[in-house]
């Protein structure tokens, strides 16, 4: 269920959802589409990840690992943590970045094969800083 919140701060009422379905259905066609595209690729990486609202945007967390995304009015950010972003900078050049987010273009095809390298790059770093507890 979509819930509202009146913000203390303005009058502006922030939407608070219960569940992926919901986050998705706010936006246009084209974009839905896009977002199902992003959320069954996570699941085909990571299975067993749950699936969540957190910060008011999609989360998959798998383990300790933790990723994130949000669609926008241009663009679907892709929030996978600054290390991922940082190792895989040259092949982030066609994308705005920022240290913990890459926007991908709305009228763009998602780059799958990045999105499951990044996946697979999180994964294994926090498998590596588990280990090392």
Do not use: C
């Amino acid at each position: 269920m979509i819930k509202t919140t009146k913000s203390n701060k303005s009058a502006e009422k922030k939407i608070l959802y219960s569940n992926v379905d919901e986050y998705h259905s706010k936006f246009p066609e084209q974009v839905q589409e896009q977002l199902q595209e992003l959320r069954n690729l996570i699941k085909e990486e990571w299975p067993e990840a749950e699936e969540r609202i957190s910060y008011q945007m999609p989360a998959f967390k798998f383990k300790k690992a933790m990723i994130y995304y949000a669609a926008y009015h241009s663009h679907i950010g892709f929030y996978p943590g600054s290390s991922p972003i940082v190792y895989f900078k040259n092949l982030l050049t066609p994308y705005k970045t920022s240290k913990g987010a890459i926007q991908f273009k709305i009228d763009e095809p998602l780059p799958k094969s990045l999105i499951k390298k990044i996946m697979k790059y999180k994964l294994k770093e926090t498998q590596q800083k588990s280990d090392n507890l």
